[in-house]
């Protein structure tokens, strides 16, 4: 087993133990990227220079003793929607093309305060609009287990990063699945927290009310130790909730004895591939062996999940955007005839089709005569599905389904049909305007050889629900290889 297939954890141990120096493990993952990215293209910006200096810096206080963290020294990428300081932050868009903040978001200071190296910047749709992590401007990225198709999104350069070993973990943000479904479609674990959980003070905002940063790592237990040490209240968001509990590494134990686990008909039902099926319910196999109760029962509202979320992120969507144009900083047209055409051209120009789409439904929506008819009712939406979670968790302390419908599909499938790609979405964009923690593991591959993942999801600030069940269903994988 090589330096590079060391999960974060055993990595921290390694270089806690002196038997790896983090110049070591850094230097091993640069030159990974080297050879790898050129192929992969999971970076948008990948910051040698700087990864190198704090790698030193780090060392200096771990021989100190000053870092004592399972994470120090461990290399990470950040997905290229959270501002770093000094480091270019693009959203994979052209009007932040050029785009260096002047601060840091809270849940990557929280990782620099653990001593955490950061590699660079990873690809992703533009904007976080997108299944696939085609719509970016610096173009697409390749799935690690084979080239020719996607590795989702919209945090698939984070997620193909971690499975092309590229990095040792990584952060994504998940506004409807962008956390989940590349995770599945790359064969690694990722987490989205609580809504609220982690800051998203710094995040480059999406869907405001449905954004959620969370970790992206080889297994369980890199995932629970991660998101301790990204969580925290924070004053600067508004939607920050003080937690009295985040110890979730506590949760890592093989025991889902007595748990009772639900399954929805309604996630089994048409549009599910066979192959993905079947490795959801050998997972709830597993689980039942290991003592758990297992049923299935009747979720509702599933068909209504993605046209509210749909009306609710472009809302949100052509509200956060409209930032965006041409005056402080970002792409500005070269050519324009006074303050209107600037506008007009710096957006024509900067934005591509994808956000521009959302943008238009957005403004739709919300505007007079329709806000009524569209966006209102797809709040009342909202607030029945949450309804109908709340129901099942009374009876149920996890949920188990699939994390997307199918596997990867090939590159140029999915845009050439937008509908077809939002469809994409439908197990993962519940938890989001439920604002519920939800979790993907891998759970095999198909016959084409592509990862399935499959998802459990917990009750509002029940990660240590669904990390107990990854947890024993990542032991019941391993005993049986």
Known sequence: MGLLDLTAVELGKKIKAGEVSVLEATKAALDQIKEKDDLYNCYVTVDEEGALKQAEEVQKKIDAGELTGPLAGVPVAIKDNMCTRGLLTTCSSKILGNFVPTYTAEAVLNLEKAGAVILGKTNMDEFAMGSTTETSYYGVTRNPHNPDHVPGGSSGGSCAAVAANECFYALGSDTGGSIRQPSSFCGVTGIKPTYGTVSRYGLIAYGSSLDQIGPVAKDVTDCAVILETIASHD???????????????????????????????????????SEVKAAVLDAAKKLEAKGAIVEEFDLSLVEYAIPAYYVIASAEASSNLSRFDGVKYGYRAKEYDGLHSMYKKSRSEGFGAEVKRRIMLGSFVLSSGYYDAYYLKALRTKALIKQAFDRAFEKYDVILGPAAPTTAPKLGESLSDPLKMYLGDIYTISVNLAGLPGMSVPAGEDSKGLPIGVQFIGDCFKEKNIIRAGYAFECSRKETE
């Open 235 to 273: 004053k600067k968001d508004s939607t920050s909730v003080a937690r009295e509990d985040l110890d979730f590494t506590s949760a890592l134990v093989d025991d889902v004895k007595g748990m009772r686990i639900g399954i929805p008909r309604d996630y089994l039902g048409e549009g599910l591939d």
